[in-house]
């Protein structure tokens, strides 16, 4: 089976400072790889996502993510955050077709003023 | 407006009886999706369908059912045979091709 692993559940940062949010999956086989945001009370909402091709994507509100397949990792980078990014990030996986998701137990980034 | 609604966004319910979830989509997914999420446990898939008719349990079914008779829609049932229903519930979709899933609002349900 496949598992997700988001190896800081809490991460404090400074306003303006860089992030980076840590996803590691288990699976060595071809994979989609996707990183949602949630905000309190709220569903979720995709930042951005890797299908296939370039290794660094990008997504909304300024976010990127680099997949790195020989160390099986998927990590979320913004390099000058704002207190708007306070919320909590999810790094998920999709392997083959299926569509079946699996989430990792999510990172709650809080920005410092 | 395209997306997927949940209602209510709140529920609260006394122990024993049964609640049904509402989720509506009007993405044309063929796929749709129950997660449950509890504080520091991430989601965790209850029940999918691909297609109309069809469903399939996931990694913790016990004490809920749902049913997908149109594409629209796929309510969830927390029965009184679930142990902990409270928590937060996802609905989602998605699709072939369409790769990533779409989320709801949620519903926050409340068992005392």
């Known amino acids: 089976a496949q598992s997700v692993t988001q190896l800081d559940s809490q991460v404090p940062v400074f306003e303006e400072a860089p992030v980076e949010l840590r996803c590691n999956y288990s699976?060595?086989?071809?994979?989609?790889l996707f990183w949602y945001v949630q905000y309190p009370n709220q569903g979720l909402q995709l930042l951005l996502k890797y299908l296939s091709g370039s290794t660094l994507v990008k997504g909304i509100n300024g976010f990127e993510a680099e997949f790195n397949k020989s160390q099986t990792s998927f990590h979320l980078r913004k390099p000058s955050v704002h207190i708007s990014d306070t919320a909590e990030y999810f790094c998920?996986?999709?392997?083959?077709?299926?569509?079946?998701?699996?989430f990792g137990t999510g990172t709650s980034l809080t920005v410092i003023p | 407006d395209g997306g997927i609604t949940q209602s209510p966004k709140y529920l609260f319910r006394k122990e024993g009886q049964n609640v049904t979830l509402s989720c509506e989509q009007n993405?044309?997914?063929?796929?749709m999706y129950w997660y449950r999420q509890d504080p520091g446990q991430g989601l965790r898939l209850i029940y999918y369908?691909?297609?109309?008719?069809?469903?399939q349990k996931g990694d913790i079914a016990e004490g809920y059912s749902v049913s997908r008779e149109k594409k629209e829609s796929f309510p969830l049932t927390v029965t009184s045979a679930q142990k902990n229903p409270t928590a937060f519930y996802l609905c989602?979709?998605?699709?072939?091709?369409?790769?990533?899933?779409?989320f709801g609002p949620g519903t926050r349900l409340t068992v005392t």
């Open positions: 699976s060595s086989v071809s994979v989609y």
């Open positions: 993405l044309n997914h063929d796929a």
């Open positions: 998920a996986v999709s392997v083959g077709t299926g569509n079946q998701f699996y």
């Open positions: 989602a979709a998605g699709g072939a091709g369409a790769y990533e899933q779409y």
């Open positions: 369908s691909q297609i109309v008719n069809d469903f």
